[in-house]
């Protein structure tokens, strides 16, 4: 923490702004971290289903049956809608999602299962269920709460922040 105070002190005193990197000790870089091992750890399970974790995310999104633009897969995957149109095109390959006119606007495109896709999206739900349980069997239950309880707050707070000039 010494060290950041002491680089905000000298970009303030010389007025450049230099490149801020994050240590170990942020918490940035250990949210990072974590999800790049939940990501991964995910991602080696539902190889054998022959899908990437971003793919289980979409068939996720649409395992409730509802058809949904790329523009709304791209909101909820938190990624851009040419990523989300590339994910897209490869599920459709695969035979997991077929694209469709929405009847109520004729220039949007609506993403929906097929029925492979359901029963794949179902595997792949089951493989990320394990995951996440066998995350919660590595602490205690009262610490699994807390995380969860702290990463809530993280995200209600940071938009709020008020950032120093």
């Given amino acids: 923490m010494t060290s950041e105070v002491g680089t905000r002190t000298s970009q303030a005193q010389s007025g450049k702004r230099e490149a801020v990197t994050e240590s170990s000790g942020t918490l940035g870089f250990q949210l ?22 971003p793919q289980c995310k979409v068939l ?7 058809a949904k633009s790329c523009t709304q897969l791209s909101r909820e995957a938190l990624v851009t809608s040419q990523t989300m149109t590339g994910i ?22 609506l993403v929906s299962l ?25 602490m205690t239950t009262k610490d699994y709460d807390l995380l969860l309880g702290l990463l809530r707050r993280v995200a209600e707070v ?4 008020v950032l120093e000039p």
């Fill in 32 to 53: 990072k971290r974590a999800e790049q091992a939940l990501i991964a750890r995910k991602a080696n399970a539902v190889r054998a289903l022959d899908l990437t974790e």
């Fill in 60 to 66: 996720g999104f649409l395992a409730d049956g509802s």
């Fill in 88 to 109: 897209v095109k490869n599920l459709e390959a695969k035979g997991l999602v077929q694209r469709h006119a929405s009847p109520d606007h004729g220039r949007v495109m």
């Fill in 114 to 138: 097929t029925e492979a896709g359901a029963e794949r999206a179902a595997a792949a739900s089951d493989l990320a269920q394990s995951v996440e349980a066998s995350l919660r069997e590595g």
């Fill in 158 to 161: 940071a938009p709020e922040l």
